[in-house]
């Protein structure tokens, strides 16, 4: 896919930014290193009082606790968002109370359950999916021939779930995982995460709607702006590259129709640093240590 953007914001001059080839930059982000120098202890007695006046740990100390959506979130059951809703339903249980309350604390000693069933704190699992056409993102589709979740049923015994969502006829890169922490910070709006679409229309896309899409178009539920935007075949025009942080439901398909387009093919290329390298659909593997280190520093 053709990198030739169209940046969806404009300079002090009010002329449009334009990156031509490769990548898009990506700002470059350094710290200064902070050195920490130790004086020197002039005796060994004073070396030892030093030792002695360290603080040593409580032999009775309490174990940690923390807040109740993050513990089911951290057991696999779902995102922390989505235990709040499980919690202010009544379906999670502390010491076989019922606990209905937000940010209640909990010990991971106690006995914490989700309806009806005890939780432990699982081992976290990570896993790439590249989602055909016609595969159901939710879980909770009854009327859904086939789930995601079908497609990785090999992939782990724990209890793993899509972070974010793709509609039933998009295809692409889909992760599912147990870790809640991770799922909040990759689709809570404020992390900005990077995604990047190739989107087939029904007829060549106008050089004005490309740049009404990178300027920003007003939606329903409010205004909507492409971070970047481009043709991928100059030629025929109805092949887009799309860069959107955006994770408000059916986005794409909605700045497209919003313009009087009919989306044919809508393939996510893209998500906060994964690619499919190569991965046939409806084929998943398990993320590499690094692409999960990574993605915890998002």
């Known amino acids: 896919m053709k990198t030739n953007y169209s940046r969806g914001r404009r300079d002090r001059q009010g002329s449009r930014k334009q990156v031509k080839g490769g990548n898009p930059p990506v700002a470059a982000r350094t710290s200064g290193k902070k050195t920490l120098q130790l004086k020197k202890k002039s005796s060994v007695a004073g070396f030892k009082e030093t030792l002695l006046r360290r603080k040593k740990p409580a032999k009775n100390e309490k174990p940690e606790e923390i807040r109740l959506n993050r513990f089911v979130a951290n057991a696999g059951v779902c995102s922390r968002r989505e235990a709040d809703k499980y919690i202010a339903a009544g379906l999670v249980t502390v010491n076989n109370n019922v606990v209905t309350e937000m940010g209640v604390k909990v010990k991971v000693t106690d006995d914490i359950r989700f309806d009806g069933k005890k939780l432990n704190v699982e081992k976290k699992v990570y896993i790439l999916l590249i989602k055909p056409k016609g595969v159901a993102t939710t879980t909770e589709d ?23 969502r793709l509609d039933k006829n998009t295809t692409g890169i889909l992760l599912l995982t147990n870790d809640g922490d991770m799922s909040d910070r990759l689709t809570h709006p404020s992390h900005r995460v990077k995604k990047i679409y190739q989107v087939t229309l029904d007829k060549p896309v106008t050089k004005n709607h490309i740049l009404q899409i990178a300027d920003g178009i007003e939606l329903e539920d409010g205004p909507i702006a492409a971070d970047m935007i481009s043709y991928v075949d100059p030629s025929s025009k109805v092949d887009v590259g799309l860069e959107i942080h955006s994770g408000r439901n059916r986005i794409v398909r909605r700045i497209f129709e919003h313009l009087g387009y009919k989306i044919k093919k809508l393939d996510r290329v893209y998500f906060a640093g994964l690619t499919k390298k190569k991965l046939p659909r409806g084929k998943w593997r398990e993320l590499s240590p690094r692409e999960v280190q990574y993605l915890k520093m998002k």
């Open 142 to 164: 009854p009327n859904a021939d086939v789930t995601v979740l079908d497609l990785v049923k090999d992939a782990c015994t724990e209890r793993i779930y899509p972070v974010g």
